[in-house]
């Protein structure tokens, strides 16, 4: 059985680009407090950040849990947005359909779903077209970290 | 545990405690508990924000006083180039250096050499690194404790070369060994230093390696001194000739000063800070990913660089001016100096004797399950304070107040939400204190 040492749950606003990034820097707190190897940790933040911006940038909010068992660390999204039409082409690192006043701030550059995936050992994606996304994605601990 | 030497010394005489310095403190490293602040040795980076917002001078900086430096048969200065900037204008670097001479100095060493060849040795690391981008200067001894505290994925971002001080306690020490036929142990290498980060940067190396320097000394420790023999030295007449020979490249100005790598690092993004919270709020930004294609951030935990280091005696702007000034009148490079570089370099001695790494701190111990036991403790007990912040229980806020008792190290009868006795006991230590 994998025990749940610990789950936070985040709500993510939309749009909301000046507070975006803050629920990230928390998890790293929380990540830094716990002692976690460093790489560990800027791979999760990394994860929990893209994750987090896309909700922002294209849903209508979100949830994200963040979640401690005793096998991984993960982090679990989901949102009410337009839905991924085409998971495998959102994939491809510099896809994107940001608009330009994301771009111009910074964002949307089509490096949010290949920059999770490089940063985790584990990615589930479900999307349905006009009902939302659920990502889940994380790092594995070894037995005996 | 590893025992942290520090730069700081809280004089619990003169301590009124007053809490600036807890709630100046940028990695929560202080404590007021019973009327007296006290140091968390591992969580202190050296930045000297207590010293400067502590009303009653409690806090010292550790530098060498210059009695023990007298104790050493060959003493050599080897002065930050800030100090040529802290001077009237009729003080020129000549005068100074005599002046150093005057006050007991054997020699004085001008890091212009130095500064070149860690500049090559910078560019060259750039070039040929694989790794993670942004690199991140190693000048600066606070940005390189606080990498190690508060950002330990950070530390092989750190540029591995040695600074410019470092390799001229070294190079001063084969050099006067071998014309004077005395061992180096008898020849001292103390920095007169702009801060007192860099002092404790030669105390306790954050490579925990043995440095090249023997101390360091304070400007304002030989500023009066300089002052007074520069008024009996005045005859000087060539010095601005003189000058020229003795600073030999206006790169060694840029050295201390923000953007003094700019031109150095030409191509390459580059990103400067300087001011401790500015360089937190980047390094967060940095974390997260969300900023990205920098190549090279050139950090500083003073506002304006090195010249604005809390042992100057002119304000940063003033030196600012009078080194640019300076700069003025040398030239980019000297052929003999070029010359030196080329032949040192091949040496190859310029990169850090040990790998930097992350601090372990108290408190991290135990195991993932007992680690999230004491975090949810935490919280819990952090959801009972009054989140106001006060600093009357003896930590800078109620989350810092609520990890401390999760970890056994407070209680919450600290808070005078709680405690009537605390209330008490707060007003028996300040009130009494007015009388």
């Not at chain 2, 440095?211 to 007074?228: E, F, Q, R």
């Amino acid at each position: 059985m994998v025990e749940e040492l610990l789950k936070k749950t985040f709500t993510i606003f939309s749009r909301n680009f000046d507070k975006a990034g803050e629920n990230s820097t928390e998890i790293k707190a929380l990540l830094k407090s716990l002692n976690f190897e460093p790489d560990i940790i800027r791979r999760l933040v990394v994860v929990a950040f893209e994750a987090e911006m896309n909700v922002v940038m294209y849903a209508d909010g979100g949830q994200m849990d963040f979640v401690i068992t005793d096998e991984d660390i993960r982090i679990d999204i989901r949102d009410q947005g337009p839905g991924i039409p085409d998971i495998q082409q959102a994939m491809q690192e510099g896809y994107s359909t940001a608009t330009d006043e994301m771009r111009e701030m910074g964002f949307g550059f089509g490096m949010g779903l290949p920059n999770i995936k490089k940063n985790s050992d584990f990615l589930n994606i479900e999307s349905r077209v006009g009902k939302g996304t659920t990502v889940s994605a994380g790092i594995r601990l070894n037995a005996n970290a | 545990m590893h025992e942290w030497t520090h730069s700081f010394k809280i004089d619990r005489e003169k301590c009124s405690g007053n809490l600036a310095c807890m709630r100046s403190c940028p990695t929560q490293a202080i404590r007021v508990r019973s009327g007296k602040a006290e140091l968390i040795p591992e969580l202190c980076i050296d930045c000297g924000s207590c010293l400067k917002v502590c009303p009653t001078g409690a806090i010292s900086a550790t530098t060498r006083s210059l009695k023990e430096v007298w104790k050493f048969k060959y003493k050599v200065a080897v002065p930050s180039p800030v100090l040529f900037g802290q001077f009237p204008a009729n003080i020129s670097p000549v005068h100074i250096v005599e002046g150093l001479k005057a006050m007991g100095f054997d020699a004085v060493w001008i890091i212009a050499e130095e500064i070149e060849l860690v500049n090559r040795a910078i560019r060259d690391y750039m070039q040929t690194w694989k790794g993670r981008l942004p690199l991140v200067s190693s000048s600066c001894p606070v940005v390189v404790r606080l990498i190690q505290v508060a950002y330990p994925g950070g530390v092989e971002q750190l540029i591995h070369v040695e600074p410019p001080r470092e390799l001229a306690g070294r190079e001063l020490k084969r050099k006067y060994s071998k014309e004077l036929g005395i061992p180096k142990e008898e020849i001292a290498a103390i920095y007169v230093t702009s801060c007192q980060a860099k002092s404790i940067s030669i105390i306790e190396p954050a490579e925990g390696v043995k440095s090249d320097l023997d101390g360091a000394i304070g400007i304002a420790d030989v500023y009066n001194g300089i002052l007074t023999a520069a008024q009996s030295h005045k005859e000087i007449s060539n010095h601005k000739a003189l000058s020229r020979d003795l600073l030999r490249s206006a790169n060694l100005f840029q050295w201390d000063m923000s953007e003094g790598q700019r031109r150095n690092l030409q191509g390459y993004n580059y990103m400067s800070l300087t001011g401790l919270r500015n360089i937190i709020r980047v390094f967060d930004d940095i974390e997260k990913g969300k900023l990205r294609n920098l190549d090279f951030l050139e950090c500083y935990a003073c506002w304006g660089g090195c010249i604005n280091g809390n042992l100057t005696v002119d304000n940063l702007y003033i030196t600012r001016s009078k080194l640019q000034r300076l700069m003025a009148e040398l030239p980019e490079t000297d052929p003999r100096l070029e010359e030196e570089v080329a032949r040192r370099f091949a040496g190859k001695e310029l990169y850090a004797k040990a790998p930097i790494r992350p601090r372990s701190i108290k408190g991290d111990m135990g195991d993932l399950k007992e680690r999230i036991k004491r975090i949810k403790e935490a919280e819990a007990v952090l959801a009972d304070l009054p989140g106001l912040n006060c600093g009357l229980c003896g930590a800078p806020n109620c989350k810092t107040q609520a990890k401390d008792i999760a970890a056994g190290d407070a209680q919450k009868s600290d808070c005078v939400f709680y405690s009537k006795d605390r209330l008490d006991r707060l007003r028996e230590i300040y009130l009494k204190r007015k009388d």
